[in-house]
């Protein structure tokens, strides 16, 4: 129960509304909120967000908009903590707060431990900075075949922060496990928690998706029904040909829109009358067409893309992808339309 939550709302809270969602989790009673770049940032604070938000990857040309907007960045490596120094004194910021990020393995983001001394050297009597969190990031927390792996990069930011708070006169946020991480290794929770696909229903684990809310649904309706005799092509470069008689309905999303080439030529199927359509010939920028014949639909019928029926984990597997990427691809000319329960 003493353990902080801090909800991922990035890349338009994983292809939702940022704002929308930032405010049902303040409701909600999140302690923090994690975006990737400072904009983002930025975009909440001017949606009415007050929650501390944590800017995972904050670049030198945003520090100024870090600072106006009151943001936190996550300092992870010494020419950026350098350069984040010499703003706030430019500044006159007094304990302006910062995140510490440690490298334990996933060689992606990070100070390694040998840079401890000198993070500690360059912050020695700064009254500009103050830490408030030290942070890492897991690299295989869905994969129980890689727990040894795991355990040892938990253990690695447990020397770290050691080294640190051993320095300091008070002890910051601890914080190391994204959505697989909190499902799998509970003893390593520290102080708080951080949750991104979790929160839209996907938890790395078909067993642990079934006990998850699908938040984000993608439809669709069908703007024309066309039909084929045998040797009849569809689409661009004729890439599906009727061996017989067939049953098309072109639908008004495709590549554009993030429903990709790669779900084309009968690899990936929608969802109309609760009965399976499959793509057939290659994906448009602006439109695809689906096979369905022996489906009693007509033109202006909704079509299913992804939901609850058929999950957007399901439908990237078609593509050989997972859901973050499906997800975070819709375009933004898509309407959302938030509902509220």
Known sequence: PETKFLGVVKAFAYGSDAVKIAKKLEHLGADYLAVAYAQEGVDLRNGGIHLPILVLHPQEANFDNILKFQLEPSLYSIKLLRSFL??????????YPIHLKFNTGLNRL??????IAEILEILKDRKQLKIVSM??????????????????????????????????????IKHILNTSGILNYPEAQFDMVRSGIGLYGFGNDPTIDAQLKNVATLKTIISQIRRLQPN???????????????VTATLPIGHADGIGRHYGKGKSYVSIKGQKA?????????MLMVDVTGI?????????????????????????????????????????????I
Do not use: W
């Open 86 to 95: 010499a703003e706030t004194e430019k500044q006159s910021k007094v304990q």
């Open 110 to 115: 990070g100070f390694n431990e040998k840079d």
């Open 232 to 246: 009849e092509s569809v689409g661009y470069n004729r890439a599906h040909q009727a061996s017989q008689p067939m």
């Open 296 to 340: 009693a639909c007509e033109e202006g019928d909704e079509v299913i893309i992804f939901g609850n029926q058929q999950s957007a984990e399901e439908f990237a597997t078609y593509a050989g992808t997972i859901s973050y990427e499906l997800l975070t691809g819709i375009s933004q000319r898509v309407k959302r339309v938030i509902i509220d």
């Open 135 to 172: 942070l890492s990031h897991l690299a295989a927390t869905e994969d129980l075949g890689e727990r040894a792996f795991t355990e040892q990069q938990i253990q690695r930011f447990k020397s770290m922060v050691s080294l640190v708070e051993k320095q300091l006169n008070f002890s910051p």
């Open 278 to 286: 499959p793509i057939v010939g290659n994906v448009c920028m602006d």
